[in-house]
């Protein structure tokens, strides 16, 4: 039987360094995020909750995406959006924090093979998404 692994890069390792300690203390973060799929660079600021591997694939952020203003106006919304670790850059760890942990946070990290850091659901309030 082969394993895949995923290699991690100097890039993704520091990354790693600097979200984990936000994701711990629930603080907001910034990054510059070059979407591959439709090409598009733009700031996002997210509530990090989990970084793991995808098997054969890359490592990635999975995150609560927070529209800015003019983001919202064009049509993004609030939600879970997962964001290649190789694309980012330009991090910034915001003095906010969010409090409550979101209902539908899946602390199982939506089918990755090996989870660096997340959020502890067990012991945070939760928060409830009406949709």
């Known amino acids: 039987m082969l394993v895949y692994i995923c290699t991690m890069t100097p890039h993704e390792q520091q990354l790693i360094n600097t979200i984990c300690p936000a994701i711990q203390s629930k603080q907001l973060i910034r990054f510059w995020y070059l979407n591959m799929t439709n090409g598009i660079r733009?700031?996002?600021t997210v509530e990090p909750y989990i970084i793991g591997s995808i098997p054969r694939k890359y490592i990635q952020l999975s995150a609560w995406f927070i529209p800015t203003?003019?983001?919202?106006m064009v049509g993004?919304?609030?939600n879970w959006r997962t964001y290649?670790?190789?694309n980012i850059s330009d991090l910034q760890v915001l003095d906010k924090n969010f409090a409550l942990i979101r209902q539908d946070f899946d602390?199982?990290?939506y089918g990755m093979k090996e989870i660096f850091?997340?959020?502890n659901k067990e012991s945070?309030?939760?928060m409830k998404?009406?949709?």
């Open 124 to 126: 945070q309030p939760v």
């Open 107 to 109: 602390p199982l990290g």
């Open 129 to 131: 998404i009406n949709r």
């Open 117 to 119: 850091c997340s959020v």
């Open 84 to 86: 290649v670790l190789k």
């Open 69 to 72: 203003a003019e983001q919202a």
């Open 76 to 78: 993004q919304k609030e």
């Open 42 to 44: 733009d700031w996002r």
